[in-house]
């Protein structure tokens, strides 16, 4: 009988307000929505919404820890700036982390907060409960708060991660206004230019077939590609969308996957601008993590989680095995093939000078000043570049629509 009534029992999400005024967020189990008010009632809250819960996605959720993203770089910005502000003006960790959740708007990302709050309660520390939540806190983070609750400076660790993450954010949004216009040049161009393939050209050939006159070279070739277009656009969309479902196969194959991650960095123009904005982020994490009493080799261990480039987490991890053997830093970063000369040089001061997370941060300013002048670079060249491309194949087809034209007038101009 207990088996069939828990059956029956549904998992119900609410959002209520308690005696304080404050939004309380929380899941209960419950046969009818009915109850599960009338138990909240009797609990002094004052119910504002209960939705139940999907079998499928709580399964997914609480088994699978099933999430279709994870948290914004934005986001998590915010909740560590805020984590920070609050902590400093004295409220416990736990009770900081209800109040962060109330805040935050990512479902499930305010869970996994409920849950950290939940294992904090039951006796764990703040890092070892993040650790349980992957999707939701990175790994350089939980090693970061980890540090901070040895040391004692958790809060100003948070403001660390709070600038660290802004930064993140930062650059990625740069990125993106780049790429923005060109993107959207690139598809009005596309659109424009199977317009005039499949509907402009045919009208056109029609006409002179019908005159009798010879067509040249450029237009029987676009001619050949606009029968391809209308008579087996199928196949092409089928052909496009199983070429990049492959692609995405392979490029995920360690093999593959390790050479694209080369290209990105020795590729002319664009590999410097990778390089570049992977040495930002290796020397600001590493003098982080150096400035919060890490030593040097378990910073460089977890150093290679920063990147998603292959090429450099293996560099990264040679570092730490050439340190371990004996090595000093800037001897092991000189035998490297991803750090410059004079990344090397400076590290070299930094350690002899015994300020190696100051000469980081002042190396980090320097790329960071070039990452920027690059990104102005490139959003400088990119746009006349795609005009131009895009611009000749609009014309080369206006050309071979216009030359026959031309051959007829003269033709009849002759006569």
């Not at 207990?2 to 029992?9: K, N």
């Not at 802004?166 to 424009?192: G, H, S, T, W």
């Amino acid at each position: 009988m207990a088996s069939l009534v828990d059956s029956m029992d549904k998992t119900y999400a609410y959002k209520a307000k308690n005696s304080l005024g404050e939004i309380i967020l929380g899941t209960l189990r419950a046969t009818s929505k009915r109850e599960a008010a009338i138990v909240l009632h009797d609990q002094n809250l004052l119910v504002m919404d209960i939705t139940e819960e999907k079998r499928v996605m709580l399964y997914l959720n609480k088994n699978l820890n099933f999430r279709p993203r994870g948290v914004k770089i934005k986001d998590f910005s915010r909740f560590c700036r805020q984590f920070h502000i609050v902590l400093s003006a004295g409220v416990p960790i736990a009770r900081c982390l209800e109040l962060l959740r109330d805040q935050t708007k990512d479902r499930g990302f305010s869970e996994d907060i409920l849950g950290v709050c939940q294992r904090i309660r039951s006796g764990k520390g703040l890092s070892q409960a993040m650790a349980a939540y992957p999707k939701s806190f990175p790994a350089l983070f939980i090693f970061m708060v980890e540090a901070g609750e040895i040391s004692g400076n958790l809060s100003e660790i948070l403001l660390e991660m709070a600038e660290h993450y802004e930064m993140e954010d930062k650059n990625q949004r740069q990125i993106l206004q780049v790429l923005f216009y060109p993107c959207i040049l690139v598809f009005v161009a596309v659109v424009v230019i199977v317009f005039l393939l499949t509907s402009v050209l045919p009208t056109f050939v029609a006409m002179f077939e019908t005159m009798d006159a010879e067509l040249p070279e450029p237009t029987r070739i676009l001619l050949g590609l606009s029968q391809t277009l209308i008579q087996s656009w199928p196949i092409i969309l089928l052909f496009i969308i199983g070429s990049i479902f492959l692609a995405g196969i392979l490029l995920k194959t360690p093999g593959v996957a390790m050479v694209m991650d080369y290209i990105k960095i020795r590729l002319p123009g664009v590999g410097s601008f990778n390089g570049k904005r992977c040495l930002v982020l290796l020397s600001k994490t590493l003098s982080l993590l150096l400035r919060s009493g890490i030593d040097l080799l378990s910073a460089l261990n977890r150093l290679e989680g920063v990147t998603e480039n292959r090429v450099i987490k293996e560099e990264v991890k040679k570092l730490g095995k050439k340190i371990s053997g004996g090595s000093r830093l800037a001897q092991a970063m000189e035998e490297s093939v991803i750090f410059p000369s004079l990344f090397c040089q400076l590290v070299n001061i930094g350690e002899v000078s015994g300020s190696l997370p100051e000469v980081l941060d002042k190396i980090n300013m320097i790329y960071d000043d070039e990452v920027k002048d690059s990104i102005k670079l490139i959003s400088t060249a990119i746009e006349p570049l795609i005009l131009m491309v895009l611009g000749g194949a609009v014309l080369f087809i206006l050309a071979a629509i216009m030359l026959p034209v031309f051959d007829i007038y003269t033709a009849y101009s002759a006569m």
